[in-house]
Each structure stands twice: as C-alpha cells, then as structure tokens.
C-alpha cells in the first residue's frame, strides 16, 4: 500500500516520540512491502517560531492532502504562564482538527499484564482493563462563542450542539461496540445540561438501529468515580468534548503511565493519530521519554487502512518491550531505556523477531538489547 502521511512533529517531545514511530512504521512497510511517504510541517509553538502563526497554511495544506497525520505533540511552558495570550500554540491543533472536520477522538484503554504493577490503583481493580472512549472533538463549549466583558468580572463561554453532529460520532461509536463486547455507555450531564439530554435523546433513537448493544447511562461525576472503582466494567463510552477530554486523561493513569495511550482523531476525509500524553518540556532533548503511545498511533493509523496484520505486529513488539522491561524511565525507573533504544529494539523485533536475543547483562546495564 502506498501512503501519504504528513508528519507533525510539534513541541517538547513531540519530535524524539515520532521519529521512533516513524522508525516502527519503516520496519513495517519494509517487512510487508508498503511504501510510506512522509512530509514534515510545523505547527504549535515550532511553527509560532517562525511566522507567529501556530497553524500555517503551508501546514493546513499539506494535512489536508496527507492520507492520514501523524502528530507529536503541542505547547511550551512560556505560552502557559500568559492568560492574555491571544495566539497560544493549542489553537493550531484545535483549528486543524476543525478546519477538516475531525470530529471523533478515538481512544483505547488497556491494561498490560507485565505492567499492572506500575498502575497507581490495585492490581485486580485495573487487571483486564480494556475499553475505548469516543469523544466528539469538533463542536460543544471548546469550539462556542466565547465572552470576557469590559470590566473584565464576567465570562462567557457558550456550549452548543446539533443532532447532525452527535449522530455521526454515536453511529461510530455503536458501529465499534458490535466488534467488541457489545455494552455502550454515554456519560453526560443531563440531569442540568440541556445538550446532554440532546445527546440523550439522539443515542436512545439511534440505538434502536443497534438492538443487540447494551446501552446505559452515566452522569460525568458517577463516571468519574466508576472508573477508577471499576474500569473493567466499561467497554465503549461515548461523550461530548469536554467530559471526554477529562475523563479521558483520567483513564490514563489506569495503564501506569500516560505513555501508552494512544488516539485516532477521525473525519470524513482524512485522521490524525497522536499520543495523549503533553509535549512534557522537561524531558525534551533528553531521550527520555516514552515512544510507546506514539508508536501505538501509528498501529491506529494501520488499522484505519485496514492493515489489521500489520497493525497487531506492532502491538506484539510494544508488549514484549513492557514484558522484558524494554522501556524508559516512567516505566522502568533503574535500569531504564533510552527513547531511542526501545524504539531500536521494536524496529529489530518487527523485523527479524525470530532472530532476536536479549542479553541479560546489557538489559540490566539499560544497554542496546540486540547482539
């Protein structure tokens, strides 16, 4: 297969993160004979850098073209510390998602054995975690009308939704539940938000075109506490932008490190796969920090042009790097791994996984693992 991919690096770790992902997807296409094109653009506060504009046209452009995006990640802390910002590098990821209509974040939730330990909750509450969010990415309070007044004492920010834009993500997201352990849960607010109960009585319609998924109902504070009680009770969820942006990071520290998390933001035309994780500027240009969720976007980004194969070649390789330890310092705190060591060791996996030896002595030293 021939594919087109714009690469977006982005801010703080966004450039070491991709390169290895980019490294994992070459290994693939030269195992299965695909060809992958990439080309680079900026955006965030790489690209405010050169012309003050966090979204370039020139960028806009070569999304726009690309099959897919594959992005890093966005910020830097000068631009955190200034709330009378007017441009901040954040804008860019929100206009590009809205100017092509990517208007469903996709984000799996999964515990791995070797690593439940590394969890922050018990070991038998996280053990089997595997679930996926659908959160709508394009519309609700992020994307309203927005006032400060004159005297600046009061705020506005302005939450709106139509049937139009909560059919589409729920018809995914049902569609994902039917290939899955067939139970979708909305979590929302509707017992005070008038748009909750919009999408309440969307998804009750809807899923009368889906009679054999389960769906239930949750309010965003019951949720909030269920999925830390209980997340293996959860299969999909689906929710507006706001809850899913909160509860999806909460979801993060189920896995042990926000590193292994993925997500796909999908449209009509076009996806984007990026980690969830932040630009995390302290670790930049240090080599440390963890290529794992990049390089599980690009096994999202296979999957959504149907390269299940090759998609499940990268999972097996990121589940034995976990199992042998393989990993970098959010993970494996002593004899840790740099970035671009594990994405070495995934690429060296992918491609001649029969032929590969670990020596035990340069694993314990934090060494190259491939002799």
Not at 111 to 139: A, C, M, P, Q, W
Request: hydrophobic letters at 40%; proline letters at 4%; aromatic letters at 8%.
């Amino acid at each position: 297969m021939n594919l087109n991919i714009a690469l977006l690096p982005g801010d703080g770790i966004g450039p070491e993160v991709t390169q290895q992902a980019v490294k994992i997807l070459n290994a693939i296409a030269e195992k299965y004979n695909h060809n992958f094109k990439y080309t680079k653009a900026a955006i965030g506060a790489a690209a405010m850098k050169i012309n003050g504009d966090p979204l370039p046209n020139e960028t806009l452009k070569i999304c726009s073209e690309a099959d897919a995006i594959l992005f890093g990640s966005i910020g830097e802390p000068v631009h955190d510390h200034d709330p009378n910002a007017n441009i901040r590098p954040e804008q860019g990821l929100l206009r590009l998602r809205k100017e092509l209509d990517l208007f469903a974040n996709i984000r799996p939730v999964q515990t791995y054995e070797s690593s439940l330990h590394k969890s922050n909750l018990k070991e038998e509450v996280v053990k089997g975690t595997d679930f996926v969010i659908y959160r709508e990415l394009t519309s609700g309070i992020y994307f309203g009308e927005k006032k400060i007044s004159k005297n600046e004492q009061e705020a506005t920010d302005t939450c709106t939704y139509s049937a139009k834009e909560i059919d589409r993500i729920t018809h995914l997201a049902f569609k994902a539940a039917k290939s899955r352990r067939k139970k979708l849960t909305l979590i929302d607010k509707a017992n005070v938000l008038a748009t909750s109960r919009l999408w309440r009585k969307r998804v009750q319609e809807i899923s009368k075109s889906y009679p054999s998924i389960q769906l239930n109902f949750l309010y965003a504070n019951t949720a909030a506490m269920q999925l830390i009680l209980k997340p293996t009770q959860f299969d999909v969820i689906l929710t507006e932008n706001l809850i899913g942006d909160i509860l999806s990071d909460e979801a993060s520290v189920i896995s042990g490190s926000i590193g292994l998390l993925a997500s796909a933001s999908i449209g009509e035309k076009t996806a984007l796969f990026e980690p969830i994780h932040g630009s995390f500027p302290k670790a930049k240009g240090k080599n440390i920090a963890n290529p794992l969720a990049s390089i599980l976007s690009a096994a999202m980004l296979l999957d959504h042009f149907q390269l299940y194969d090759e998609a499940e070649e990268i999972r097996a390789a990121v589940e034995k790097s976990i199992e042998l330890n393989i990993t970098t310092p959010d993970l494996n705190a002593t004899n840790y791994f740099s970035t671009t060591n594990v994405g070495n060791f995934l690429s060296d996996f992918i491609l001649d996984d029969e032929n590969t030896f670990y020596n035990k002595n340069n694993i314990d030293l934090g060494q190259s693992t491939i002799i």
